[in-house]
């Protein structure tokens, strides 16, 4: 029996190295693709911690918080969460309705070959699965872009405020993203890491360089 989880790990990491290698950009650009990865891994457990625990879902092959469930699913959600804001930022050219939209070929993927895996086994209806995958999505191309990400969740709240069902749904996926990307925003300081020789260096100061960052 294949595992979905070794299927997406497989394919995504030869995909990203072909397009990777394939950029003309210099070494030290594509080093700082290390940081949606590591916030990948740690929102990846947050998100697990919540659903396996509130019983929305659960592994059927590497139970929460295993060896096993370190091994392969953690390094998933890192190259899940790499794999949103490289398709965030060249596929859907940085709009936030265009990135939006990949969140139905990713989800059509994911829970497509997971009928027959069944890696992961849900106990909640499939819509509200197919509704959780766009605060899914936000959350990790939030990440890179966080405020743009809430500023225009917010528009979207005043432009349906008379429709309770949908104000609803983006209130709850505002705050759902806000509280999953504060501990991410954590892993940030891996890229001022990486980056402080290079700010040393640069005529960039160091108060513009963090408002570039948390701008995002």
């Not at 950009?25 to 990865?37: A, M, W």
């Not at 086994?121 to 509704?131: E, G, K, N, Q, S």
């Not at 005043?158 to 709850?172: I, K, P, Q, S």
Request: proline share 4%; aromatic share 20%.
């Amino acid at each position: 029996m294949l595992y979905a989880r070794w299927i997406t790990l497989t394919v995504f990491l030869v995909w990203l190295g072909f397009v990777l290698l394939k950029e003309k950009t210099p070494i030290r650009e594509k080093i700082k693709y290390i940081i949606p990865f590591v916030e990948g891994m740690v929102g990846g457990l947050i998100i697990d911690s919540i659903g396996v625990n509130a019983g929305f879902y659960h592994f059927s092959r590497q139970p929460l918080y295993s060896m096993s469930y370190f091994v392969i699913v953690i390094p998933c959600w890192g190259v899940f969460g790499l794999m949103v804001n490289y398709m965030w930022k060249y596929i859907g050219k940085e709009k936030f309705l265009r990135g939006t939209a990949l969140t139905i070929p990713l989800f059509m993927f994911y829970e497509g070959y997971n009928l027959f895996t069944n890696s992961w086994i849900y106990t909640t209806p499939i819509h509200f699965v197919a509704l959780g995958w766009f605060p899914l999505i936000w959350t990790f191309a939030g990440c890179n872009r966080r405020r743009k990400v809430v500023f225009k969740m917010e528009a979207w709240m005043r432009d349906y405020r008379e429709n309770r069902l949908v104000y609803g749904f983006l209130y709850a996926s505002k705050i759902f993203i806000i509280v999953v990307m504060f501990p991410l925003m954590l892993a940030s300081l891996l890229r001022l890491i990486t980056d402080f020789k290079y700010i040393r260096k640069s005529e960039i100061g160091f108060t513009q360089y963090a408002k570039e960052l948390l701008m995002g």
